[in-house]
T-cell receptor, first 117, second 108 residues
């Protein structure tokens, strides 16, 4: 079964703690993304990566960090610098359209709900 | 910086009715327009997508209409069902921009 997995499904963080959210895909997709979704809100891009060992900041990168050591994996760390981390976090991946040179639709994981205690 | 504007924010439709969600974009470099459906507590799932070389694409009860000159596209859900109640997002690529989402409620 091909797809994107995220773990854990629910995560609780104490004040001042760093936590890492896992994202794995076996779709052989080139690009991976992290989004944050607040209740009743849209998707805000945190970070994205188009190739191993390279990533770019999205619109709300402050307080977050990522790594892309393997094509299949794109973990997100929510640091203590992120003052309001309670949200639903979504990971996605997409395949590069060789003809267009760009990326088409994204495939999303099931999400991780992070709550700060 | 919202490059894809989506409306309405919420929509209530009776069962069997037509649901219409509209999106407008600014960047003429956008050349692929997917729509996503998201149920509460789940990740968005690709519903249907269109390229600007066609004006309409239909898949079952879901249709995308595209107006390249107006830089607008819309999702039509025919014979709306309570199971269609979800949040719908339009998007545009490259550059990966999402609309703000429309919460659709279909009343039985």
């Amino acid at each position: 079964d091909g797809g994107i997995t995220q773990s854990p499904k629910y995560l609780f963080r104490k004040e001042g703690q760093n936590v890492t959210l896992s994202c794995e895909q076996n779709l052989n997709h080139d690009a991976m993304y992290w989004y944050r979704q607040d209740p009743g809100q849209g998707l805000r891009l945190i970070y994205y990566s188009q190739i191993v060992n390279d990533f770019q900041k999205g619109d709300i990168a402050e307080g977050y960090s990522v790594s892309r050591e393997k094509k299949e994996s794109f973990p997100l760390t929510v640091t203590s610098a992120q003052k309001n981390p309670t949200a639903f976090y979504l990971c996605a991946s997409s395949l590069r359209d060789r003809g267009r040179g760009f990326y088409n639709e994204q495939f999303f994981g099931p999400g991780t709900r992070l709550t700060v205690l | 910086q919202q490059q894809v504007k989506q409306s309405p924010q919420s929509l209530i439709v009776q069962k069997g009715g037509i649901s219409i969600i509209n999106c407008a974009y600014e960047n003429t470099a956008f050349d692929y327009f997917p729509w996503y459906q998201q149920f509460p507590g789940k990740g968005p799932a690709l519903l249907i997508a269109i390229r600007p070389d066609v004006s309409e694409k239909k898949e079952g009860r879901f249709t995308i209409s595209f107006n390249k000159s107006a830089k607008q596209f819309s999702l039509h859900i025919m014979d709306s069902q309570p199971g269609d109640s979800a949040t719908y997002f339009c998007a545009a690529t490259p550059d990966v921009r999402f609309g703000a989402g429309t919460r659709l409620t279909v009343k039985p």
